[in-house]
């Protein structure tokens, strides 16, 4: 299973892509993809949102469920998912919210 994420261009914020379209600030709200093709149609709509200079660094990442929830796979896109690491009480993390 699947996610497309990027950083949002205008204040760099990580994000992921959601269920209509737009873009989500918490991997737990992102839409899923399954299958090469379903991969290939999210990139698609990431490239096309990079284009228009609303992200940048569209890729796709690997997520599981745990629990009912999505979780990043790697270490890298957990930390991402989390927020920034130098400050705890910045970030998501700092929010206390789960989705």
Do not use: C
């Not at 992921?16 to 379903?38: C, H, I, M, P, Y």
């Not at 949102?49 to 890729?59: I, L, M, R, S, T």
């Amino acid at each position: 299973m699947k996610v497309i994420t990027a950083n949002r261009l205008l204040n760099g914020d990580v994000v992921w892509l959601g269920e209509s379209g737009n873009w989500v600030e918490r991997v737990t709200l992102a839409r899923t993809f399954e299958g090469k093709d379903q991969v290939a149609e999210g990139l698609s709509i990431g490239q096309q949102a990079e284009k228009n200079q609303e992200v940048v660094g569209v890729y796709e990442m690997d997520v599981t469920l745990e629990d009912g929830v999505l979780v990043p796979v790697r270490l890298r896109e957990r930390i991402r998912a989390a927020g920034p690491t130098t400050h705890p009480q910045f970030g998501k993390q700092a929010q206390a919210v789960s989705a």
